[in-house]
């Protein structure tokens, strides 16, 4: 089979065809995608209520194998902070978070490409989305997760039959797990392969064809190693050199103030990775100590005439309670990018009278137990 795109190392810029399950460069490397053929609003198949109506933008080579229904979530308007806006229902996806766009094109990739077992490091919700992926194609799955992930995601991970390993100690510890597993099994992982962020693309083209082939000005997006932010990029990209849009959104990556590498460059004015101190918070989702791709982000983030944004702990309790109010029941993690939202329009940053997308990224169902302690009870 013909390979519809290549790898390309950003480090040591070797290219490489995409007919082989591969997670990093031989030199260590992240590795990119070459850039994609995208789509115009014509090429829509919009027979499928998923993000397959996208299927003609994404690098696949054949059909998808194994779907559960994912993307094509609601788009629904309320108003916060005294200003309209508009939620992006991710938690409304099979597994209850965002990931499972991501997930749902790695994995089709991986097969199409012969992959054998597979296995993956997560707080949570990727390694939820990957176990019940993997699940639903027949593949065999392990899923690193630290002991002290939300309950409700690692039950999730053991009810897909994966073979759950719980790790002590720091998130970075989880992750060097799964590293060293890497000889073995194939390290599956929707911070390394690069198919991840062509799958959270989809989440720009269901945006403009939400707004009626339009963008709005501006997206807030929760953001721990930011594959949702360089998808975004990569679809409006996409979009634009097809001719569909002729601006960008400003993104917003939103932190957690207690754990924000993102943050803590962005202060620095730095293009890449600065050392912090990082803390604990209730937004396990985001709390990210060495994010992988940190300068593509912080890039994306700087085209895009956004920013990065720190939520202070104090603000996520509160956000999650008013979502709650508005019959939005989500995770911490997606609760600050609501927090985000109330210290932007405080700050004059964006206006009321802009148009603004504030994505929800996981289900309130994922983390009771810290919801409860958040709401006092
Ligand atoms: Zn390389």
């Not at 994609?36 to 003609?56: F, N, Q, S, V």
């Not at 100690?169 to 690069?194: C, E, I, K």
């Not at 169902?365 to 958040?374: G, H, V």
Request: some cysteine; glycine content about 10%; charged content about 15%.
């Amino acid at each position: 089979m013909q390979p519809v795109v290549s790898y390309q190392c950003p480090a040591c810029g070797t290219m490489t065809p995409a007919d082989r399950p591969l997670w990093r460069c031989g030199c260590g490397s992240p590795l990119n995608l070459t850039p994609g053929r995208g789509l115009g609003r014509g090429d829509i198949d919009r027979a499928a209520a998923t993000l397959w109506r996208y299927r003609a933008a994404l690098a696949l080579g054949h059909p998808p194998r194994v779907s559960l229904g994912e993307g094509w979530t609601p788009l629904v308007a309320r108003r916060w902070a005294g200003a309209p806006v508009l939620f992006k229902l991710e938690s409304q996806m099979p597994t209850g978070s965002f990931k499972d766009r991501g997930t749902a094109v790695m994995l089709n990739h991986l097969i199409e490409v012969g992959v054998g077992p597979i296995h993956e490091d997560s707080s949570g919700n990727a390694g939820a989305s990957i176990a019940t992926y993997a699940a639903a194609a027949g593949l065999a799955c392990r899923i690193y997760v630290p002991t002290t992930a939300p309950r409700g995601k690692i039950v999730q991970i053991a009810a897909s039959g994966a073979e759950l390993r719980a790790i002590p100690g720091s998130r970075q510890a989880v992750t060097d797990a799964a590293l060293a597993a890497a000889a073995t099994s194939f390290y599956a992982s929707h911070n390394w392969q690069p198919f991840f962020i062509e799958g959270t693309k989809t989440l720009a083209y269901e945006v403009w064809e939400q707004f009626g082939f339009a963008v709005p000005d501006n997206i807030l997006v929760p953001t721990g190693y930011g594959s949702n932010i360089l998808g975004l990029e990569r679809g409006f990209d996409e979009l634009e050199r097809n001719g569909e849009i002729a601006r960008r959104p400003r993104l917003f990556a939103v932190q957690a103030a207690n754990c924000a590498a993102f943050a803590a460059a962005w202060a620095a004015g730095a293009s890449d990775y600065v050392p912090f101190v990082p803390g604990t918070t209730a937004a396990d989702g985001i709390a990210t100590v060495k994010p992988v791709r940190t300068a593509e982000v912080l890039a994306a983030v700087r085209r895009s005439q956004g920013a990065v944004v720190a939520v202070p702990e104090a603000a996520i309790g509160p956000a999650l309670r008013a979502l709650g109010h508005l019959g939005l029941f989500v995770e911490p993690t997606a609760a600050t990018a609501a927090a985000a939202c109330s210290l932007l329009l405080d700050a004059g940053t964006i206006r009321p009278d802009e148009t603004t997308v504030v994505v929800l990224t996981g289900h309130g169902l994922k983390a009771t137990d810290t919801i409860a302690a958040l709401l006092g009870g």
